[in-house]
């Protein structure tokens, strides 16, 4: 229960519709069930490590998490001897649930393509990690003990949770966390010998008539999916990504959904862009999970004084957008961060080059 | 042993209650403007502390001889003055004689820790309040130190001023003269009256 | 001939400058001690301003004589001429001034002689020695000017609301500030005062980049 | 990428800044019906005459900067309102809106508006209101004689048990009345239960940290009971020095005025420390009755130095945490090999 100390913030997660449904799929006719051939047999139990990772490479698993190839990832798991493998379905950003529904709604695939990839690494220990906001009270779906026989271990505390997950199973020995949807391409790789072409989106926000979870095939436009789930009013804008770290779309007709694009969502523009000055109230330093402070850093990049912000450490920020999620005065912390963040690096490239 | 605590409170009232820069404005121009680098401040501070206490301590020595002369109100500044300059001749010569590469670095800091209003204003308080050697020595230390707490007070408000948006008008030195009189504002509360020039 | 009256124009034109563009006191803050606390009232701020008169033209004067003595003269000599002169011209300056008003040298106490160590001469001084002396003696008399129009206005508005009169006779002021006679007052005064006239410095230039621009303009189209 | 287009959290709390402002109004309210309770209309219109001063001052500076003036932020409302509760309720008009103008354009407008201010705008006011005219600040009419409400108001003054406090005496009033505020004091702060209410609902909206607070009055209070500067047991001396004095309302809402607090939280704990005891050393050596509003615009002169010398500190202990960290896994890995 340590967790529920943690620096961030309560959000009210806004998951429910979209959780609850079933997952349905929207496939592309023309390339929806691709095949790769390959001589091994279509039975997990048979198979050794190195051939999972064999078949991995062949299907071009893209781990949802973080953008990594899932055979370079169960390599390089296997070379470190890692003792504990964890399914990542933390879905901590408010709207998005596409990790958690997979989880619930195909429990044979996850489970079996967990110890599929816990053979390839070695047969540590595995488990499933699912975020557990305090306020639960709005997640109706009873959330079952364990999934397929395998445990399921709930992280606490506030959002974000995603970077201190590593913290929690760190007692066990090294471990390294697989996102749910790569475990399932895994499954379909392994026992069916199919190229991954889908990914499992979100569909959710103000205007969208009923939210749902989608498995989409990777190349799919926004407005392909908002005409699947239907538009309840027209949106103010479209955001591609959680609600809390995600990108707007300016083109949501021509935008391609990849694998790491989590959720799309199509969010009302409710007030109008009030124009406050920061008060220095100094909530953002109270909420902001790295410890920094970033009432100094937003005040020194106003300032355009670039050689303070190394003081304040602006390199660990990790973009989670609590402070500007906080901040009274609506000012977009984050976005300054991060513009100045590329800024210093474009400065340090072109004090390198010159 | 009263004597020691009076010493003390003596030292403390220049420190804080007449204060060199808040309560009497002495040498604000070395405070504010004079650029003297990032540690030079507490160099200056230092050599001045060193002579506002060996000035009064000889104005202490030298007011009973002086209170006997005719018109002492005339003469007693520019006798000051002119010890003054004959403590900095002696000062001038014994550093060139021995350390020449340190007074030539750190001529200029002499000459102004020497002759400004601080230094002046330790020997003329001496006077006015009447004490004896001893009590105008710690009277100088004090004086000397309250320069010192004033330029740590201002580096403070240097560095938070660096991150306000201060108006176009008052960036730098109207900015600090108005912090300057706000501090002073807040040591007024000690101080309750206006203090006899 | 024609290049000698222009230098003296530009230098004239330079030295003018003190006054408001580049005002001692206000705008690089050298003599301000005495200008802050000493000046409550305008007889005060008068008396202060003519001990600097006093004072710094003939140190600076002295200072274009002494420039002419051989290098081989340490510069700490020199500044010792230069103080034991301004000690000197305290008597005549005390004299002038218990001329003028008979209390004036009680209510300043010791800035009246505080000021004789003024921070301008002490830096102008070096500086006046590479001069020739009617130089020397411009900068003084414009470096004069210069301290005695901001310690006067200093002064000026300090006695308005600290005391609500004006060298003594009541004014149309009913309500009184009496802190402004403080020293936090003093410094709070000049610091505002400083900004108005930077203030109105840049309003200035703006104007006059202004004007020059109109003028470029014309001259194209012609 | 528009140049109003929301940006990265699309979801957003609900305050705002007008709604921060709005709880410590929402918070003085209280006291202002104490005050009119206590002193009839007068304490309203002079809340009433600052307010007004404040803005207008605060909307003059704005436009002089040639910024567009902002409606919703009230900021200083809240300097207009907590100013005059310090004052005696028979202080004349022209004093409360000098007072109130200084504070606003003198102390806030010239370090740069809303934020980040060096100062805090109603203690630097106070403070020049006390240097200023410190008999029409200290004498007090009696709680239920009901002041003219306009005009200058110059009989039936005396001073309070602060006076008697600042003169070392022990004051003669009950002590029933002192609870309950019914004593001569300034107008709105003598009901030490009215203020501990405000404290408990600022706390609870949020509007204030609960760090600066906490360790300014755990110092005081220790102060007070264990060196009593009156001819009093500790605790006597407490309720004497707490219903009289104004550190309570000024650590409420002066000492937490957002602009000048330290942003990290160990950083409040100190600079609260540091307000309680420049507070008490004032206290002992003051030559102004109510000496609480020039110990904090002292502290405020830290505020910013606690802040980097916190950042300072916290950057040591994160090298050293993080070593001792990669060599406690190298340890294990080394242990498990």
Redesign the interface.
């Given at each position: 229960m340590a967790g529920n100390f943690t620096r961030g913030i309560i959000l009210e997660q806004r998951k429910e519709p979209a959780l609850r449904r079933k997952l349905r799929t929207f496939l592309n006719a023309n390339y929806a069930g691709m095949l790769f051939d390959s001589d091994l047999p279509y039975d997990g139990a048979a198979l050794s490590g190195e051939q999972i990772i064999e078949l991995a490479k062949l299907a071009r698993i893209v781990d949802e998490r973080d953008g990594v190839f899932l055979h370079e990832k169960l390599e390089k798991a296997r070379q470190m001897k890692i003792e504990v493998v964890v399914g990542d379905a933390i879905d901590d950003e408010p709207y998005v649930s596409s990790q958690m529904n997979p989880l619930l709604f195909m429990q044979k695939e996850t489970g079996e393509g967990l110890r599929l990839a816990a053979k390839a690494v070695g047969n540590p220990k595995i488990y499933f990690a699912i975020y557990k906001n305090l306020s639960d009270m709005d997640l109706k779906t009873k959330l079952p003990k364990d999934i397929d026989g395998v445990e399921i271990r709930r992280i606490h505390g506030r959002y974000p949770a995603e970077f201190r997950t590593m913290d929690d199973f760190d007692s066990d020995g090294p471990t390294v966390m697989i996102g749910v949807c790569s475990l399932i391409h895994l499954y379909r790789a392994v026992y069916e010998h199919r190229i991954q072409s889908t990914c499992f989106v979100t569909v959710a926000g103000g205007c969208v008539a009923n939210p749902m979870n989608l498995e989409v095939s990777i190349g799919m436009t926004p407005t392909h999916l908002f005409e699947r789930c239907g538009l309840a009013e027209d949106p103010g804008y479209v955001v591609i990504g959680g609600s809390m770290t995600g990108e707007i779309c300016e083109d949501p007709d021509n935008y391609p959904v990849g694998t790491m694009s989590r959720a799309v969502l199509a969010l009302r523009d409710e007030e109008k862009k009030r124009r406050y000055r920061c008060i220095g109230c100094g909530r953002c330093a109270e909420v902001c999970p790295e410890n920094l402070t970033p009432f100094y850093i937003n005040r020194y990049i106003e300032l355009e004084k670039y050689q303070e912000l190394a003081f304040y450490d602006i390199h660990r920020c990790i973009g989670c957008g609590t402070c500007s999620y906080i901040c009274p005065a609506k000012i977009d912390i984050a976005e300054n961060i991060k513009l100045a963040v590329a800024e210093l690096r474009r400065r340090r490239r072109q004090k390198e080059g010159d | 042993m009263n004597t020691l605590i009076g010493l003390f409170t003596l030292l403390l009232t220049a420190l804080v209650l007449e204060n060199a820069i808040f309560s009497r404005a002495l040498d604000v121009t070395a405070l504010l403007v004079i650029p003297f680098g990032k540690k030079g401040i507490w160099l200056f501070g230092l050599i001045l502390t060193g002579i506002t206490a060996t000035a009064s301590l000889i104005a202490g020595i030298l007011n009973p001889v002086m209170s006997s002369w005719e018109n002492v109100q005339y003469l007693r500044p520019v006798v000051y003055i002119v010890v003054l300059a004959a403590l900095y001749g002696v000062t001038c010569l014994v550093l060139n004689w021995r350390k020449k590469d340190w007074f030539h670095d750190y001529n200029t800091v002499l000459t102004m820790a020497f002759f400004n209003c601080a230094v002046y204003g330790a020997m003329a308080l001496t006077v006015y309040s009447g004490f004896n050697w001893l009590e105008s020595l710690v009277y100088g230390l004090g004086l000397g130190l309250s320069f010192l707490l004033a330029a740590f007070l201002l580096e403070q408000g240097r560095r938070c001023m660096g991150i306000c948006n201060i108006p176009k008008a008052f960036r730098g030195l109207p900015a600090e003269l108005v912090y300057v009189g706000l501090v002073s504002l807040s040591l007024y509360g000690l101080v309750g009256h206006q203090l006899a020039a | 001939m024609q290049p000698e009256q222009n230098s003296v124009k530009k230098n004239l034109r330079k030295e003018l400058d003190l006054i408001f563009v580049k005002n001692p006191v206000l705008v690089t803050g050298l003599a301000l001690a005495p200008a802050v606390v000493g000046g409550f009232t305008v007889k005060n701020g008068l008396g202060l301003s003519l001990v600097f008169g006093m004072v710094t033209i003939p140190v600076l004067v002295l200072a274009s004589f002494l420039g002419m003595l051989s290098p081989k003269v340490p510069q700490y000599v020199r500044t010792i001429a230069y103080v034991v002169l301004a000690a000197l011209m305290l008597i005549p300056a005390r004299m002038l001034a218990s001329g003028i008003a008979p209390n004036l040298f009680d209510s300043l106490g010791m800035y009246f002689s505080a000021m004789a160590l003024n921070t301008v001469w002490l830096i102008r001084a070096p500086l006046c020695q590479e001069k020739k002396p009617q130089w020397a003696l411009w900068e003084g008399v414009c470096q004069t000017l210069g301290v005695s129009v901001c310690i006067l206005a200093v002064s000026a508005v300090r006695e308005l609301l600290s005391y609500g009169t004006f060298w003594g006779n009541p004014t149309f002021l009913s309500v009184k500030f009496p802190a402004m006679a403080y020293a936090f007052g003093g410094f709070i005064v000049v610091g505002v005062t400083a900004a108005v006239l930077r203030w109105g410095i840049d309003r200035v230039h703006d104007i006059a980049r202004l004007a020059q621009r109109q003028q470029q303009k014309w001259r194209v189209e012609r | 990428?528009l140049q109003?287009?929301?940006?990265?959290?699309?979801?957003?709390?609900r305050?705002?800044?007008?709604?921060?402002?709005m709880d410590v109004v929402v918070a003085l309210l209280p006291l202002y019906f104490m005050a009119f309770y206590f002193y009839g209309l007068r304490a309203l219109m002079l809340g009433l005459a600052s307010v007004a001063a404040a803005v207008i001052s605060d909307l003059a500076c704005v436009l002089l900067?040639g910024k567009r003036p902002?409606p919703?932020?009230i900021?200083s409302v809240v300097t207009g309102m907590i100013l005059p509760l310090m004052m005696s309720a028979a202080t004349p008009y022209?004093v409360v809106v000098?007072a109130s103008v200084f504070a606003i354009v003198?102390?806030k407008?010239?370090?740069?508006?809303?934020?980040?201010?060096?100062?805090n705008p109603a203690a630097?006011g106070f403070?020049?209101a006390a240097?200023?005219?410190p008999s029409q600040v200290f004498s007090y009419p009696a709680p239920f004689s009901s002041p003219a409400p306009f005009g200058a108001i110059t009989e039936g003054l005396a001073s309070g048990p602060a006076w008697s406090l600042f003169q070392g005496g022990v004051p003669t009033n009950d002590i029933l009345d002192l609870l309950l505020g019914k004593f001569l004091g300034p107008m709105g702060l003598t009901n030490i239960l009215v203020l501990a209410t405000c404290l408990f609902y600022l706390l609870f909206r949020?509007a204030i940290?609960w760090q600066a607070p906490a360790a300014f009055f755990g110092i005081m209070v220790v102060a007070m009971m264990l060196f009593p500067r009156i001819p009093e047991s500790g605790p006597m001396s407490l309720v004497y020095e707490s219903t009289a004095g104004m550190w309570i309302f000024g650590g409420i809402f002066m000492l937490n005025e957002?602009?000048t607090?330290?942003?990290?939280?160990s950083s409040r704990i100190a600079y609260g420390a540091l307000a309680a005891i420049f507070t008490i050393l004032?206290q002992r050596?003051?030559?102004?009755e109510q000496?609480f509003?020039?110990?904090?615009?002292?502290t405020n002169?830290?505020?910013?130095?606690f802040?980097?010398y916190s950042?300072r500190l916290?950057?040591r202990l994160r090298r050293v945490y993080l070593a001792t960290r990669t060599k406690l896994s190298e340890k294990k890995?080394a242990q498990?090999a």
């Open positions: - | - | - | 990428m109003n287009e929301p940006k990265a959290p699309y979801v957003r709390n305050d705002s800044a007008f709604t921060v402002m900067e902002y919703r932020d900021s022209y000098s003198l102390v407008h010239v370090f740069g508006g809303v934020g980040q201010s060096a100062f630097a403070a020049f240097a200023c005219w949020g940290g957002p602009g607090l330290p942003k990290r939280s004032f050596f003051g030559r102004v000496t509003a020039f110990a904090l615009l002292l002169v830290f505020g910013f130095t802040d980097r950042e916290l950057r890995s498990r």
